[in-house]
Nanobody, 119 residues
Framework: QVQLVESGGGLVQAGGSLRLSCAAS????????MGWFRQAPGKEREFVAS????????NHADSVKGRFAISRDKDKNMVYLQMNNLKPEDTAVYFC????????????WGQGTQVTVSL
């Protein structure tokens, strides 16, 4: 059973930085991709970034490229999202997710952490 717990959210002024952390337990060799998603009030959940758990290759949404960076520490079973130059439109609940190799979808989700960016 995979469990994901996010932390690191908070209130920050525009232009500031935050680092989100995701503590993962129960990951197995079948877990191939870890991702970050976000959902703003009244909007659909959207993809932010993903990382291949084994190889470390990454993918970032166009809206965050150059500002956000996903990383992982396999020894600690942690996934991070470094967020720089934050904008008010980045305000959302951020979710960590895991996708097993046998699935086309992310099957495991954390509870989310709130990020609020003020002007």
């Amino acid at each position: 059973q995979v469990q994901l717990v996010e932390s690191g959210g908070g209130l920050v002024q525009a232009g500031g930085s935050l680092r989100l952390s995701c503590a993962a337990s129960g990951l197995s060799y079948s877990t191939t991709t870890m991702g970050w998603f976000r959902q703003a009030p009244g909007k659909e959940r959207e993809f932010v970034a993903s990382i291949n758990w084994i190889g470390g290759s990454t993918n970032h949404a166009d809206s965050v490229k150059g500002r956000f960076a996903i990383s992982r520490d396999k020894d600690k079973n942690m996934v991070y999202l470094q967020m720089n130059n934050l904008k008010p439109e980045d305000t959302a609940v951020y979710f960590c997710a895991a996708k097993p190799g046998y699935s086309m979808r992310y099957l495991y989700w954390g509870q989310g952490t709130q990020v609020t960016v003020s002007l």
